[in-house]
């Protein structure tokens, strides 16, 4: 069964940090590129991170670029955010979403985690 | 960044009804155009990628077309299930993804 598992969410305050883990199983997780995904409360979709399946290259939203870094470790099937700095405006439910890329095209994200809330609040 | 730009933000229907959402790019983005469904509290489902192809598991009754910076998403029939919230996502860039606002389909 393919399964994400995000973690690491919480109340946090203004200009505090937090690092998000995302754990994969049931699926070839150094194959796929991985990505960050918000919703604020009430709100639509917000693509926030992606990482290539390597983990080469990383590509980040202006919204939160400079306060964000997406890692990953194949060995241990696992996705990263680090955010700092992070911001009321933050508040949201992250997903870790996965997407298969050729050099060519990619296959849109067809697998998502649950997400792990995170509340940035005094 | 592509903008994407989706219509109707809100849509009232009844089941049966035959349903499209529009989504707009700001760009031409060929055919590189998904589809996700979301119910309150659950993650985004994909329902269509490369602007009409079904994945797999999806009813029959969602379609999409369109390719360049017109797309459309149709439901011929409205079941009970769908009502949902609904975005397009555009992938042809691969440094930057952009979803659509999102179209609520309600009773």
């Known amino acids: 069964e393919v399964k994400l598992v995000e973690s690491g969410g919480g109340l946090v305050k203004p200009g505090g940090s937090l690092r998000l883990s995302c754990a994969a199983s049931?699926?070839?997780?150094?194959?796929?590129?991985m990505s960050w995904v918000r919703q604020a409360p009430g709100k639509g979709l917000e693509w926030v991170s992606s990482?290539?399946?390597?983990?080469?290259?990383?590509y980040y939203a202006d919204s939160m670029k400079g306060r964000i870094t997406i890692s990953r470790d194949n060995a241990k099937n696992s996705l990263y955010l680090q955010m700092h700095s992070l911001r009321a405006e933050d508040t949201a439910v992250y997903y870790c979403?996965?997407?298969?890329?050729?050099?060519?095209?990619?296959?849109?994200?067809?697998?998502w985690g649950e997400g792990a809330r995170v509340a940035v609040s005094s | 960044d592509i903008q994407m730009t989706q219509s109707p933000t809100t849509l009232s229907a009844s089941i049966g009804d035959r349903v499209r959402i529009t989504c707009r790019a700001g760009?031409?983005?060929?055919?590189?155009l998904a589809w996700y469904q979301q119910k309150p509290g659950k993650a985004p489902k994909l329902l269509i990628h490369?602007?009409?192809s079904l994945e797999g598991g999806v009813p029959s009754r969602f379609s999409g077309s369109g390719s360049g910076t017109e797309f459309t998403l149709t439901i011929s029939s409205l079941q009970p299930d769908d009502f949902a919230t609904y975005y397009c996502?555009?992938?042809?860039?691969?440094?930057?993804?952009?979803f659509g606002q999102g179209t609520k389909v309600e009773i």
């Open positions: 760009q031409s983005i060929g055919d590189s």
């Open positions: 979403a996965g997407e298969i890329c050729s050099s060519v095209t990619c296959h849109p994200f067809d697998r």
């Open positions: 996502q555009q992938y042809s860039s691969h440094s930057h993804r952009t």
């Open positions: 490369k602007a009409s």
């Open positions: 049931g699926f070839t997780f150094s194959t796929y590129s």
């Open positions: 990482i290539t399946s390597s983990g080469l290259y990383m």
